[in-house]
């Protein structure tokens, strides 16, 4: 086989052969193969008095979050969503609504939130 022949049977490789149809089922596949490989989630929990990093989850949960600065800072995004609309300004009215409603649940979604742990 010359040298010539050997380049063209690499140049028409198996991902160039294929048309742009059967690269998305191709991707489409992988992609569906890779969400049934995923590990369990296991949801967090509140620490105890005394066990460790429980001064850090008690400063920021339930003294910021959970306190007068979470609730301020939710009502503030509150208010901030309504002069967005005001401004016709849809997307980060959207996002300022969220946030908002994150801040004043924080409590609720903090314990909620799980972490795959493989």
């Known amino acids: 086989m010359s040298k010539t022949a050997m380049l063209m049977k690499m140049k028409n490789s198996f991902w160039k052969a294929m048309t742009w149809e059967h ?10 193969g890779l969400l049934f490989c995923a590990q369990n989630a296991m949801a967090f929990t509140v620490p105890t008095s005394g066990s460790f990093a429980y001064d850090l989850y008690d400063l920021a949960v339930n003294q910021i979050l959970k306190g007068p ?17 005001a401004r ?5 009215a959207i996002l300022c609504l969220f946030a908002g409603v994150i801040l004043i ?3 609720a979604i903090v314990v909620t939130l799980g972490g795959i742990i493989a």
Request: proline share 3%; hydrophobic share 65%; charged share 10%.
């Open 69 to 85: 600065v979470g609730f301020v800072a939710g009502i503030g995004f509150m208010i901030l969503c309504v002069f967005a609309i």
């Open 23 to 32: 690269r998305r089922y191709l991707i489409c596949a992988l992609a569906v």
């Open 88 to 92: 016709q300004m849809v997307l980060p």
């Open 105 to 107: 649940k924080a409590d």
